[in-house]
């Protein structure tokens, strides 16, 4: 069940997979969101995110578990690292992204539902029962800027990991990306 240098786990393949491909799905769904004012798509944004939060935290524990996986060619020092380090900061980003959209909607006083199932009702004003207040500004602020934020750096990080992963497979030809897709070198 471990990853191997020929063969990585399907713990560790499933986990990959629905995470990314979640992950890139939901950055266009919330750009598109922002940019065209598309409120009618915020509960299934907040949904899809709170519940791919909790896969998250379990691929990070099975990560820490399991180590990095070991490279499946010799490549320069420096190709190492750089694939080190963007791997980190999109493990740390996977889970900084679905935590500052929980502080902005918590902290901003805002519903919090997985598909109509409450978790948190919203926090309405005791004067005026239509208007929702913040539970706690700084908190819903900083979910809010974080969000955005992070998000850019980890779209960043996806185009230089989808660049890396291609250059293994086209140029390097190695086992890189079949090991990825469930394929032993
Ligand atoms: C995988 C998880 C998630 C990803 C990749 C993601 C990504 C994004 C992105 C890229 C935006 C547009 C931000 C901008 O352009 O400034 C956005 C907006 C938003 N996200 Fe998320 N999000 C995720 C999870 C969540 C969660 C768990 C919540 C809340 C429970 C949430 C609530 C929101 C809200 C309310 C907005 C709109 C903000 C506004 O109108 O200003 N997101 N998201
Ligand atoms: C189409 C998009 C993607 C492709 C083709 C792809 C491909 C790959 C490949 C081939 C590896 C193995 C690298 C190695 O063996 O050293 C890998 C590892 C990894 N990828 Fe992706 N990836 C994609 C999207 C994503 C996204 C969106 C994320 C996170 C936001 C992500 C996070 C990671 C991480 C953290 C690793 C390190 C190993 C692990 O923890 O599973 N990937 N990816």
């Given at each position: 069940m471990s990853d191997?240098?020929?063969k990585l786990s399907p713990i560790s393949i499933f986990l990959h997979w ?162 990825m897709?469930g394929?032993s070198?």
């Open positions: 191997t240098k020929e629905i995470v990314g491909l979640t992950i890139i799905a939901m950055l266009a769904l919330g750009i598109y969101m922002e940019e065209n004012e598309a409120y009618q798509f915020y509960d299934l944004h907040k949904s899809i995110g709170t519940l791919i939060f909790g896969v998250i935290l379990i691929r990070v524990t099975w990560r820490i578990k399991q180590g990095w996986p070991v490279p499946a060619s010799d490549y320069k020092k420096i190709e190492q690292l750089m694939s080190k380090v963007i791997h980190y900061v999109l493990l740390i980003g996977s889970v900084m992204i679905p935590m500052s959209g929980l502080m902005m909607s918590i902290g901003g006083g805002h519903e919090l539902a997985i598909f109509g199932l409450e978790l948190m009702p919203a926090n309405a004003s005791l004067t005026i029962p239509d208007e929702i207040v913040a539970r706690n500004e700084l908190i819903g602020g900083t979910g809010h800027q974080l969000h955005g934020l992070v998000s850019n750096v980890v779209i960043a990080a996806i185009v230089l990991h989808v660049a890396g992963a291609l250059k293994h497979h086209i140029v390097d030809k190695d086992s890189t990306l079949k090991r897709l394929k070198s």
